[in-house]
């Protein structure tokens, strides 16, 4: 395969261009050229720009049935349904994976060191896998508060940052990957209690459960706006926004928010516990507390309802978190 090297430089770069992602790691073997190429962060920008960067579902599966805690990634193609795994998550036994989420070109993984003083209350960390390396690395150290687990909401930014704030006192703090940097930002308004957290239209929302509210941040102002009327649905527990929408989705089923009337309505019966969004769809799964046996179901805006997709059996692993890539 030497001869592609001899090629001109642009007409190697563009083959190198359109291999697709589960066919990289063998190319960099053999090819030093193509390895300094695909490793270099334009290159996947690249990639996304000429629209060659395929979509693929990131699956953070953890091994509970045996003595030392096993965390892995898996690649999922939902096109011709197979799967890679990646290499295991770094973690040690008194760490808990507890969400997944795509950042440019790298697979950031929020996990907690549990302490002993408290069951729900540890220390966060960030696991980062670059995907042009296929490394993983520590983030850098999580700022002085200590969010609840069960309660707190986190969420990635398009620009590339990830936010937290809610579930005790008042703070909040964003993460740059990039520049592996944290940063404090100003208290929120009011203490959120259990919330959820998701970016829409570059505006980072707080949504609080019952009486909470929702507290908006503006990242260019800097700024709290509170927003009193408006609150997670029963029995939902995760929030995201995808085709425009403000989608809920847990034990009550999945739901779309209507801003001028400020209810949400019914979109599926479903009781999906992951979802994030694929190409012109919502990606789900169904169950997370039993090992061994998931459901994958595909949600299109406007249909009558989900169409199951694959089930996923393996009896060791447990279903965690979910994004795209």
């Given at each position: 395969?030497?001869?592609?090297?001899?090629?001109?430089?642009?007409?190697?770069?563009?083959i190198?261009?359109?291999?697709?992602?589960?066919?990289?790691?063998?190319?960099?073997?053999?090819?030093?050229?193509?390895?300094?190429?695909?490793?270099?962060?334009?290159?996947y920008?690249?990639?996304?720009?000429?629209?060659?960067?395929?979509?693929?579902?990131?699956?953070?599966?953890s091994?509970?049935?045996s003595?030392?805690?096993?965390?892995?990634?898996?690649?999922?193609d939902?096109?011709?349904?197979?799967?890679?795994?990646?290499?295991?998550i770094p973690?040690?036994?008194?760490?808990?994976?507890?969400?997944?989420?795509?950042?440019?070109?790298?697979?950031?993984?929020?996990?907690?060191?549990?302490?002993?003083?408290g069951?729900?209350y540890?220390?966060?960390?960030?696991?980062?896998?670059?995907?042009?390396?296929?490394?993983?690395k520590?983030?850098?150290?999580?700022p002085?508060?200590?969010?609840?687990?069960?309660?707190?909401s986190?969420?990635a930014?398009?620009?590339?940052?990830i936010?937290?704030?809610?579930?005790?006192?008042?703070?909040?703090?964003?993460y740059?990957?990039?520049e592996?940097?944290?940063?404090l930002l100003?208290?929120m308004?009011?203490?959120?209690?259990?919330?959820?957290?998701?970016?829409?239209?570059?505006?980072?929302?707080?949504i609080?459960?019952?009486?909470n509210?929702?507290?908006?941040?503006?990242?260019?102002?800097r700024?709290?706006?509170?927003?009193?009327?408006?609150?997670?649905?029963?029995?939902?527990?995760?929030?995201?926004?995808?085709?425009?929408?403000?989608i809920?989705?847990?034990?009550?089923?999945?739901?779309?928010?209507?801003?001028?009337?400020?209810?949400?309505?019914?979109?599926?019966?479903?009781?999906?516990?992951?979802?994030?969004?694929?190409?012109?769809?919502?990606?789900?799964?169904?169950?997370?507390c039993?090992p061994?046996?998931?459901?994958?179901?595909?949600y299109?805006?406007g249909?009558?309802?989900?169409?199951?997709l694959?089930?996923?059996?393996?009896?060791?692993?447990?279903f965690?978190?979910?994004?795209?890539?």
């Amino acid at each position: 395969m030497n001869f592609l090297e001899e090629l001109p430089e642009q007409i190697f770069l563009d083959i190198l261009l359109r291999v697709p992602y589960k066919s990289q790691s063998n190319i960099k073997q053999l090819l030093k050229a193509a390895k300094e190429k695909m490793e270099c962060p334009d290159f996947y920008q690249d990639r996304i720009k000429f629209g060659l960067a395929k979509k693929y579902i990131c699956l953070l599966l953890s091994d509970r049935t045996s003595s030392q805690y096993n965390a892995r990634i898996s690649i999922y193609d939902p096109v011709d349904q197979s799967c890679k795994l990646l290499s295991r998550i770094p973690a040690n036994a008194n760490t808990t994976v507890y969400k997944i989420m795509n950042v440019n070109h790298k697979i950031v993984v929020l996990a907690f060191e549990r302490l002993a003083f408290g069951r729900f209350y540890a220390t966060p960390i960030f696991l980062i896998y670059d995907l042009l390396s296929s490394t993983w690395k520590y983030g850098a150290k999580f700022p002085s508060f200590r969010p609840n687990i069960k309660g707190f909401s986190c969420c990635a930014s398009p620009d590339g940052t990830i936010y937290i704030a809610g579930a005790r006192d008042r703070e909040a703090a964003v993460y740059k990957v990039d520049e592996d940097k944290w940063e404090l930002l100003p208290e929120m308004h009011q203490e959120m209690g259990s919330c959820r957290g998701v970016f829409i239209e570059g505006m980072f929302y707080v949504i609080g459960f019952g009486n909470n509210g929702c507290q908006r941040f503006d990242p260019s102002t800097r700024v709290w706006t509170t927003i009193i009327n408006m609150s997670m649905p029963h029995s939902c527990s995760i929030v995201l926004y995808a085709f425009g929408q403000l989608i809920a989705y847990g034990g009550g089923g999945i739901k779309q928010y209507d801003w001028q009337g400020n209810v949400w309505r019914e979109l599926d019966t479903k009781k999906p516990f992951h979802a994030t969004v694929w190409c012109d769809r919502i990606f789900f799964c169904t169950s997370i507390c039993t090992p061994g046996h998931l459901q994958f179901y595909v949600y299109k805006p406007g249909a009558a309802s989900s169409e199951r997709l694959i089930s996923f059996d393996d009896e060791e692993m447990r279903f965690e978190s979910i994004d795209t890539i």
